[in-house]
């Protein structure tokens, strides 16, 4: 597959994920339900398909072991390390794009890793695509009274580093010749058994109606096709840093979205933002 096509794929999957987060949101599901369904429902399908197209899923211990310490540290304390700082951050737009900006890192790292490709093109799209969604995200409107403590900023390189990681670790796999179903089944196992762990501790019960479940089961399958694609497009791209450039433009399309679902403002700085990532992402693809 072209991963362009792979990567618009994960796009539009990436936006509709978070319209349909915050839809769960409105109808007061706890945010570790909505975690528990983006990691739970991909590993059923995950399992499904490896059953169809006989993926094996008898691999050598060590391996097993990799992919529970990457599910936990790369994945499960990302997502926690992003959520406490948006939690904490004066502004949320702060954290969000600290922890976004791990482009700059997969994609540099890559190319002494991996040796993959990168142009002086490449290389401006990106930094179009980081600075004009820093535009659309930090909103002053949204300031909040916190105290001085810095520990966001903490959270939000943890979450940089995680994300970052698991790019780099997915490219690894990939090039080990191991199949992306089967890794991304085994990770989402184990990041939904920590969920459930997690949800143990807190004494968390989930009372449920028909509407909160639809959702849900939406957000799982959304999940399950922008992990996928990403993957796809770690194997096939020049330099996975391309794929997640295009993740992060995608910030441009949830908040056009945003103000056509949930009449959320679209001013001027915002349109700016769209327009510069826009021209970002088609500096990168042309």
């Known amino acids: 597959m072209n991963w362009i096509l792979a990567g618009f794929i994960m796009l539009i999957s ?52 990799v992919f529970a310490l990457a599910g936990f540290f790369l994945s499960y304390l990302g997502n926690v390390f992003s959520l406490n700082s948006i939690r904490l951050a004066p502004n949320p737009g702060y954290s969000l794009i600290l922890s976004k900006s791990y482009v700059i890192f997969t994609t540099l790292t890559a190319v002494l890793i991996f040796d993959s490709a990168l142009s002086a093109k490449e290389i401006m799209a990106i930094l179009l695509i980081i600075i004009f969604s820093a535009v659309i995200m930090v909103d002053k409107n949204k300031q909040k009274e916190v105290r001085a403590s810095k520990t966001w900023v903490l959270y939000a390189f943890g979450a940089f580093f995680a994300w970052g990681g698991l790019a780099l670790a997915s490219k690894y796999f990939i090039g080990q010749g191991i199949e992306i179903l089967v890794f991304l089944f085994y990770i989402f196992l184990f990041v939904s058994l920590f969920t459930i762990i997690e949800m143990k501790i807190r004494k968390k019960q989930f009372l449920y109606n028909s509407s909160q479940l639809k959702i849900l089961i939406l957000i799982g399958v959304s999940a399950m096709l922008f992990n996928l694609f990403m993957q796809i497009g770690y194997k096939f791209a020049p330099n996975p840093g391309y794929i997640n450039a295009m993740n992060a433009a995608s910030i441009s399309l949830v908040t056009l979205c945003a103000a056509y679902f949930y009449k959320d403002d679209l001013n001027r700085k915002k349109l700016t933002g769209v327009i510069g990532v826009t021209i970002g992402l088609l500096l990168l693809l042309l």
């Not at 319209?19 to 369904?37: D, H, P, Y």
């Not at 059953?51 to 391996?63: A, M």
């Open 14 to 65: 990436s936006v509709a994920l978070y319209l349909l987060v915050r839809k769960s949101q409105q109808l007061k599901t706890e945010t570790v339900f909505n975690n528990f369904a983006m990691f739970a429902i991909p590993t059923f399908i995950f399992l499904v398909m490896n059953v169809f197209q006989s993926n094996s899923l008898f691999i050598p211990w060590h391996w097993i072991g």
